[in-house]
């Protein structure tokens, strides 16, 4: 997940481009986008002021700190735009939780592929032989994605 996929669901949620976004348009549907999408930035992605300067072509870091104060103005003042902001923090954590899932399966063949251990990902088992054992349950990482990805273990005799 990274600022792209924030714009996207913002500009997706404003009813804009997600050109306009990174504009330098003063118009104020714009500029609110705007500041969502640096206030998600920071909220989720916990980048820094300077870094979302750059992101978001600002000439300072003091101009995404201002965007992200008013945003919470924004949200205390207007209720359309509270609506749509809520709306676009339910999808952004949505797609963190997703992400973060695709990421630990991904970790999870990773480690298993380095034990030489063939992983059938569509049916999520893992077939190992006696001797492979040791190397799964001496692993409390592998043991804990094997666990919360639902895979299981097919044992197979040679």
């Not at 003063?26 to 992605?45: F, G, N, P, Q, T």
């Not at 902001?85 to 963190?96: D, K, L, R």
Request: charge should be positive; glycine fraction near 2%; hydrophobic fraction near 35%.
């Amino acid at each position: 997940m990274n600022s792209r996929d924030i714009d996207r669901i913002v500009s997706k949620n404003f009813g804009i481009s997600t050109k306009l976004i990174h504009s330098s348009s003063h118009e104020d549907k714009i500029v609110m986008a705007r500041a969502a999408a640096i206030s998600l930035c920071r909220k989720y992605l916990g980048y820094p002021f300077t870094r979302l300067s750059k992101i978001y072509h600002k000439r300072s870091h003091n101009t995404s700190r201002d965007a992200v104060r008013n945003v919470e103005n924004l949200i205390a003042t207007n209720k359309a735009f509270a609506h749509r902001y809520g709306i676009a923090c339910a999808q952004v954590e949505y797609a963190m939780d997703e992400w973060k899932t695709r990421k630990q399966r991904y970790n999870l063949h990773y480690r298993l592929r380095q034990k030489n251990i063939p992983v059938e990902p569509k049916n999520q088992t893992i077939s190992i032989s006696p001797d492979q054992e040791k190397l799964i349950l001496n692993s409390r990482q592998l043991k804990k994605l094997l666990k919360q990805h639902n895979y299981s273990i097919q044992y197979s005799i040679v």
